[in-house]
């Protein structure tokens, strides 16, 4: 007779197969769910059924924990997110239910009550791409005939708000307003365009004042078991940049001041520690308020500043691009050209320029 047991907040069901081996299926919000599941299978043992993985009565939590997670090649940061996003929002709405139960009307219900939540419309786009890769996965190796999802034009989430830098009075109030350990990380920011992960992650070794040099080839690591993440967004990501003579004043500064922090990092916490991505953050939105910073506005802006403020003075948007680490030109002018709207008059009164040189000697030829 199948039996159930809990496991923290989710409940099994155990069950005997023919050849007398114990099997188990967890992931029930309730004991009578795991009661039915078990008393299923054993009644699928008797008629010889549960063979066919299409034919077993797999929940979503057994599928992805059995077989999705164990196939799973993605980056240390992506598994994190990824088991976020599966714990907070995926397994509380589907985790109990069988993969071939879950239907399209379901997952629209699901898709409002995401939206309705105030999740980000991008933040909500990761949660269905998710759960539709792994049910798209579970058709691929025969536990799902169908997949919900399949037909569905979701469509492109749009970024809420357009890219907004700083002034460079708030970047300097917001410094200013830091505990003075921590006042290089936003000239970091303003100075190099570097993201929050690689400024954090930025180790002396990394800086050389003769050669006036950045090496960004590791970011801090969100496993507070680990120092480092030895890899970057993208393989553009990996770069050397320029180091300015204002910031190696900065950053010399620093260093008679407060010293190397553990593992030849540049910044560390209040107590001689790593300094973390959540807790610096935390303190620069809590700064950031200050001078208007609005909600989902942080660290990030200090890279929409410095690359805002080059563009502003007409630098290559190929070398920005190239200091920034973007995969593509393309990245950076969908990111920041709306910014400077007078750069494509320009390039019109441009080509209006070119042609006036040729107009006359063209309209001679006409007459000719």
């Known amino acids: 007779m199948a039996t159930t ?3 923290g907040k989710y409940w099994y069901a155990r069950w005997r197969e023919k050849d007398g081996s114990q099997r188990e299926k967890g992931g029930f919000l309730t004991r009578k769910q795991a009661e039915l599941y078990g008393s299923e299978q054993e009644r699928l043992v008797k008629l010889g059924q549960n063979t066919k993985p299409s034919e077993l009565k797999t929940t979503l939590y057994d599928f992805v924990s059995e077989h999705w997670a164990k196939v799973l090649s993605v980056r240390p940061q ?14 509380p709405r589907f985790g109990s239910d069988y993969l071939n139960e879950i239907t399209r009307l379901e997952l629209r219900k699901w898709h409002k009550e995401l939206k309705d939540s105030g999740l980000a419309e991008r933040t ?22 169908k997949s919900p999802f ?3 034009k979701r469509g492109k989430a749009q970024k809420k708000d357009k890219v907004q830098p700083l002034t460079y009075g708030q970047v300097e109030q917001i410094a200013n307003g830091m505990p003075g350990k921590y006042r290089v990380m936003v ?9 929050p992960s690689e400024i954090l992650g930025l180790t002396w070794e990394r800086i050389n004042f003769q050669a006036k040099t950045i090496v960004i080839d590791r970011q801090i690591s969100r496993d507070v078991n680990k120092v480092h993440e030895d890899y970057l967004k993208t393989s553009a990501s990996q770069r050397t ?5 204002n910031l190696a004043g900065l950053l010399k500064g620093h260093l008679a001041m407060y010293g190397p922090g553990p593992h030849g990092l540049v910044l560390s916490n209040r107590n001689g520690k790593v300094l973390r991505y959540h807790d610096a953050s935390q303190m620069f939105r809590t700064r950031g308020r ?14 929409h500043t410095c690359a805002s403020v080059l563009i502003q003075r007409k630098e290559n948007f190929k070398a920005i691009q190239e200091m920034l680490g973007h995969a593509s030109i393309q990245e950076t002018m969908d990111t920041y050209g709306h910014l400077f709207p007078q750069a494509m008059a320009e390039l019109s009164n441009a ?3 070119h042609a006036s040189e040729y107009e006359e000697e063209f309209k001679l030829r006409l007459v000719d």
Do not use: C
């Open 351 to 353: 080509l209006d320029s």
């Open 187 to 195: 000239w970091i920011g303003y100075y190099t365009g570097m993201r």
């Open 78 to 91: 992506t598994a994190l997110d990824y088991e976020l996003s599966l714990y907070k929002h995926i397994f």
């Open 124 to 145: 909500v786009e990761k949660h269905l791409n998710l759960l539709a890769s792994i049910l798209k996965f579970a058709v691929e190796i025969e536990y799902l005939n």
């Open 290 to 303: 200050a001078v208007g910073l609005k909600p989902g506005q942080g660290m990030h802006q200090l890279r």
């Open 150 to 152: 399949l037909g569905w």
């Open 5 to 7: 047991r809990a496991r």
């Open 241 to 245: 940049i320029s180091l300015s003579d």
